[in-house]
């Protein structure tokens, strides 16, 4: 299997780790040559939605992107990544999402939590993370919430999560997303969207 990591910016390293140690195969995308390589799926890491919008455009990849996606390419978009994809951006995913919805002074936590489909104490690092206002459409189902707001979502090949599956459980360090934060050990998210891709 081969997957896409959107690599313009943000933790893309870390999904690329979790992923070969799964057996998939990975390559990054920074311009649009790399974008029409054949793939499987995609990953949109996290990182800061406004830069990465602003770089998906300014490459000519937004709309490639949005069509793949809407196509039926399975996508995994966490954090930043879920903005990607929620109403008002790529708009594949009928979420409305609330930005930095923790505020700063909380802005960065780690919790475990059940998630359908996944199973229980599932580590999760929130980093400045959003949360899912509203699903817009019973063709997504939210599948992990916590504190009452929803952190994870599935509609059809598309997966989101507020939080960032792909790292440890180290608290979170300003450079997490310059490639320093250390990947998971605990695979079960992207093992499930792996198995979202091909079923094992
Ligand atoms: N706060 C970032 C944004 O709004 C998301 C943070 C993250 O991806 N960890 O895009």
Redesign the pocket.
Known sequence: MRIAVLALQ?AFIEHEQVLQRLGAETFQVRQLKDWQQPKDGLILP?????VQMRLLSKLGLLEPIRQAVASGLPVFGT??GM?LLSEDHLGTMDIRVR??AYGRQLGSFFTTGSVEGIGNDVPMTF????YIETILSPRCKAIATVDGHIVAARQGNQLATSF?PELGDQQSTPDMFAGSGQPTDDYRFHRYFLDMIHPS
């Open positions: 943000g996290g990182g800061e939605s406004t954090c930043a903005i930005r930095n980093i400045r993370a959003p960032h």
